[in-house]
């Protein structure tokens, strides 16, 4: 059975930085795309970052380019993702996810490209 379980979230001050860990189990993702999407209270769920398992390449949203960064271990099955400069507009829940499929560029923001979820953890940004 896959698993997908995020940690890391909390409560963080504007412009400081969090770090979310989403673990793997069941299957391995080395060669599978993983993302990071987020929903907001009374919000859709929005792509945040992919990563694509064949060639490592990283897509980013234009709002978290430049102050998240993606990274996975594939040997331990694990992806990251680094926040920094966070800001009010980030709170979100955030759900890591894993697909089985060979996924185009412009495929990697799309919800539908991921067959496997996680639970989420909650990021809050406040003073």
């Known amino acids: 059975q896959v698993q997908l379980v995020e940690s890391g979230g909390g409560l963080v001050q504007p412009g400081g930085s969090l770090r979310l860990s989403c673990a793997a189990s069941?299957?391995?993702?080395?060669?599978?795309?993983m993302a990071w999407f987020r929903q907001g209270s009374g919000t859709e769920r929005e792509f945040v970052v992919g990563i694509r398992g064949s060639d490592n390449n990283s897509f980013y949203s234009n709002s978290v380019r430049g102050r998240f960064t993606v990274s996975r271990d594939k040997a331990k099955n694990m992806m990251y993702l680094q926040m920094n400069n966070l800001k009010p507009e980030d709170t979100a829940v955030y759900y890591c996810a894993a697909g089985i499929g060979r996924p185009i560029a412009s495929s990697m923001r799309l919800a539908s490209t991921y067959e496997y979820w996680g639970q989420g953890t909650q990021v809050t940004v406040s003073s």
């Open positions: 069941g299957r391995s993702f080395s060669t599978y795309p």
